[in-house]
């Protein structure tokens, strides 16, 4: 799938950044065009893989933020996107529409400019383009605070109004008791970044071998497009060692199926498989809800095998109970691991996302009544007891 992926907010560029990096050093073929806007200039200063011409700062004129940020405020970041529309729509001019299969909005959901600005550049996307707009969203830790959580169950309404499907990805079920708040947020990076660019850069021509059964964009669009909320599996493993020795012989062809279908190649596939769905989940969902899967296997060719795939569909529609079950590969003759990446689509029982908006709603209370209470404090505090003093 050819993409034009678009960051907004700090942890969107940063994540977007992180894409675009991981997939150079993969060799790969996802992104055709990055960008990264925001409302806060000194987080635009910490990209370095996107072009510097394709960094936007918008709200630089409003007297609310001058560049400064939008202060966890989405209602602000929501409307300083709308006000620098035009901002917005010149950079995507050089969006190249000939060559994209899709959109792409990442965005961090607790903070303000993410969440609120995030989801209004999707709907000038839907409205402006035929192409389907995909929002890849990161959800808060519950450490972040009430305001965070607020802000991110609001934020996932939004994206899900204005985006043919959301890809969520949660801090929480990643985090970690060893990281520092700034090692957790890149090795988080990198795991999305992983995730995202085996699974939508499958069946992009690259210059590596093409397999019959390789994915390619209609495939991910026909299990996005149900909508909803998504979430997506992985799980890696070694190479053989007689893999690694056939990987050093020049000039070795073998079409799909030839090696590959032995039954130990198979039972290894359709156990990674397996143990990527069983595993942990870019967001913590039952599995069982999901109403569409793409299941894609990336490794050196001699490890694939079509036997393998066919299992492993079988058993995913097995615990999905839907036939709706796409599976193929994705041949890297160079690659040192074989790995298997699982889309599970519309998920509708994600427990992540109900505790969110239960934190959301006791936090909306808790400003709700800390707003009345300092109402009366400050009236309290200037007023006499006798309320015989008037104003000057």
Same mark, same amino acid.
């Given at each position: 799938?050819?993409?034009?992926?678009?960051?907004?907010?700090?942890?969107?560029?940063?994540?977007?950044?992180?894409?675009?990096?991981?997939?150079?050093?993969?060799?790969?073929?996802?992104?055709?065009?990055?960008?990264?806007?925001?409302?806060?200039?000194?987080?635009?200063?910490?990209?370095?893989?996107?072009?510097?011409?394709?960094?936007?700062?918008?709200?630089?004129?409003?007297?609310?933020?001058?560049?400064?940020?939008?202060?966890?405020?989405?209602?602000?970041?929501?409307?300083?996107?709308?006000?620098?529309?035009?901002?917005?729509?010149?950079?995507?001019?050089?969006?190249?529409?000939?060559?994209?299969?899709?959109?792409?909005?990442?965005?961090?959901?607790?903070?303000?400019?993410?969440?609120?600005?995030?989801?209004?550049?999707?709907?000038?996307?839907?409205?402006?383009?035929?192409?389907?707009?995909?929002?890849?969203?990161?959800?808060?830790?519950?450490?972040?605070?009430?305001?965070?959580?607020?802000?991110?169950?609001?934020?996932?309404?939004?994206?899900?109004?204005?985006?043919?499907?959301?890809?969520?990805?949660?801090?929480?079920?990643?985090?970690?008791?060893?990281?520092?708040?700034?090692?957790?947020?890149?090795?988080?990076?990198?795991?999305?970044?992983?995730?995202?660019?085996?699974?939508?850069?499958?069946?992009?021509?690259?210059?590596?071998?093409?397999?019959?059964?390789?994915?390619?964009?209609?495939?991910?669009?026909?299990?996005?497009?149900?909508?909803?909320?998504?979430?997506?599996?992985?799980? /890696?493993? &070694? #190479? *053989?060692?007689?893999?690694?020795?056939?990987?050093?012989?020049? @000039? $070795?062809?073998?079409?799909?199926?030839?090696?590959?279908?032995?039954?130990?190649?198979?039972?290894?596939?359709?156990?990674?498989?397996?143990?990527?769905?069983?595993?942990?989940?870019?967001?913590?969902?039952?599995?069982?809800?999901?109403?569409?899967?793409?299941?894609?296997?990336?490794?050196?060719?001699?490890?694939?095998?079509?036997?393998?795939?066919?299992?492993?569909?079988?058993?995913?529609?097995?615990?999905?109970?839907?036939?709706?079950?796409?599976?193929?590969?994705?041949?890297?003759?160079?690659?040192?691991?074989?790995?298997?990446?699982?889309?599970?689509?519309?998920?509708?029982?994600?427990?992540?996302?109900?505790?969110?908006? /239960?934190? &959301? #709603? *006791?936090?909306?209370?808790?400003?709700?009544?800390?707003?009345? @209470? $300092?109402?009366?404090?400050?009236?309290?505090?200037?007023?006499?007891?006798?309320?015989?003093?008037?104003?000057?």
């Amino acid at each position: 799938m050819k993409l034009a992926v678009i960051g907004f907010g700090n942890a969107g560029g940063k994540v977007a950044d992180r894409i675009v990096e991981y997939e150079a050093e993969t060799g790969r073929a996802l992104c055709r065009f990055t960008a990264a806007v925001n409302t806060a200039s000194i987080d635009l200063e910490k990209i370095t893989h996107i072009p510097r011409e394709n960094r936007v700062l918008v709200g630089q004129t409003d007297e609310r933020s001058k560049g400064h940020g939008a202060g966890a405020d989405p209602e602000l970041g929501a409307e300083l996107a709308r006000q620098d529309r035009a901002e917005i729509r010149r950079f995507l001019d050089g969006v190249p529409l000939h060559d994209i299969d899709a959109f792409l909005v990442v965005g961090g959901l607790g903070g303000g400019t993410g969440s609120g600005g995030g989801p209004v550049l999707a709907g000038i996307l839907s409205e402006q383009y035929n192409e389907p707009v995909y929002g890849l969203g990161v959800l808060p830790s519950e450490d972040e605070g009430g305001r965070a959580s607020l802000n991110a169950a609001r934020s996932v309404q939004s994206y899900m109004d204005q985006t043919d499907g959301l890809v969520l990805f949660d801090n929480d079920a990643w985090k970690e008791g060893a990281d520092s708040v700034e090692s957790g947020y890149e090795r988080t990076n990198h795991e999305i970044a992983k995730r995202v660019v085996t699974l939508l850069g499958a069946g992009e021509y690259d210059g590596s071998t093409v397999s019959e059964n390789a994915m390619d964009s209609s495939d991910i669009n026909r299990t996005l497009a149900v909508g909803g909320v998504s979430t997506v599996a992985y799980a /890696e493993a &070694a #190479v *053989d060692e007689s893999t690694r020795r056939q990987q050093g012989l020049l @000039g $070795r062809v073998r079409s799909n199926g030839s090696d590959g279908t032995d039954a130990d190649s198979a039972t290894k596939i359709h156990s990674l498989v397996r143990r990527a769905v069983q595993s942990r989940l870019t967001c913590p969902a039952e599995v069982e809800s999901t109403e569409r899967a793409l299941v894609v296997v990336s490794g050196p060719p001699e490890e694939l095998s079509h036997k393998g795939l066919v299992r492993a569909r079988q058993w995913l529609e097995g615990e999905i109970d839907s036939v709706e079950v796409l599976a193929g590969d994705d041949p890297r003759p160079s690659s040192d691991t074989l790995s298997a990446t699982v889309l599970l689509s519309n998920v509708t029982d994600v427990p992540r996302v109900d505790r969110l908006q /239960e934190q &959301a #709603v *006791d936090a909306q209370s808790d400003i709700e009544r800390q707003a009345t @209470g $300092r109402e009366e404090a400050i009236t309290n505090l200037v007023t006499d007891a006798e309320n015989r003093l008037d104003p000057v």
